[in-house]
Structure formats: structure tokens, C-alpha cells
């Protein structure tokens, strides 16, 4: 069974696809000032469609498929670069520790089966 879709924006095909997954007996309920204002907080929060210095998109035809590629460039607006900066060096004072703790762990582990092998063939030999 086909589900009716209605047009509600003008802006885009997010904001219909969020209302018209909206139960139809509440959306009915609604009153117009309540859907648009529904609406209107649905496109102020969507992303902005970002611009950058360069933006290239093209694909290459390949024998059986095409290989899309993206390139895009331009100022870095990502955040605070302190916090990124501060995870770096905690990680770089943590990383010789880590280092150690594995290489024991991998020391105590071989210790551990090198054991066991060695009782292995101590009662394969008892036995000939």
C-alpha cells in the first residue's frame, strides 16, 4: 500500500520527509501557525550548506564502474584547536606506558604458553 506524501516546503525534501513521518491524525490536529512554526524550526536547524575556496566534484569512467572524487578546500572553521592540541599531548605523555604495558603483557603471555609447552612435552617424554 502506497503512503500519501504532502508538499510542505518550498526548501527542501528533509523537512517534508520529518512531517510527513508525523502520525497523519496528529499532523491534522495541528492548527497552520503550529505546523509552520514546526516547519520553520525544522529549516533553521538543518545544516548550512557550507562554501569553500575550491570545490571540485567529477568521476572517472572506469571498465565496469566510475570512481567519483571530491575535492574541496577553504578556511578551517572546525573549532577550538586547543582541546585537539590538548588530546594530542595527553596521548603523546601516555603512549611510551602503553608501550611497556603491552610489550610485559606479551612478555608474560609467551612466558605462560612457553610453560605449558614445555609441561606438554615433559609428559610426552614421561610416557615414550
Avoid at 529549516?43 to 569512467?61: A, C, G, M, R, V
Avoid at 606479551?106 to 609441561?119: D, M, P, Q, V
Amino acid at each position: 500500500m502506497k503512503k500519501s506524501r504532502m508538499k510542505f516546503s518550498r526548501k527542501g525534501q528533509i523537512v517534508d520527509d520529518i512531517l510527513n513521518g508525523i502520525n497523519r491524525g496528529v499532523l491534522y490536529s495541528l492548527s497552520f501557525e503550529q505546523l509552520a512554526e514546526i516547519q520553520k524550526a525544522i529549516e533553521d536547524n538543518l545544516p548550512k550548506k557550507k562554501k569553500h575556496s575550491i570545490d571540485l566534484h567529477f568521476t572517472i569512467p572506469m571498465f565496469f564502474k566510475r570512481i567519483y572524487f571530491i575535492l574541496s578546500a577553504g578556511p578551517d572553521i572546525r573549532g577550538n584547536k586547543k582541546v585537539d592540541q590538548d588530546i594530542i599531548d595527553q596521548r603523546a605523555k601516555t603512549m611510551p606506558r602503553d608501550v611497556v604495558i603491552v610489550v610485559a603483557g606479551l612478555f608474560c603471555l609467551s612466558a605462560f604458553i612457553g610453560t605449558i609447552i614445555y609441561k606438554i612435552i615433559q609428559v610426552l617424554a614421561a610416557r615414550l
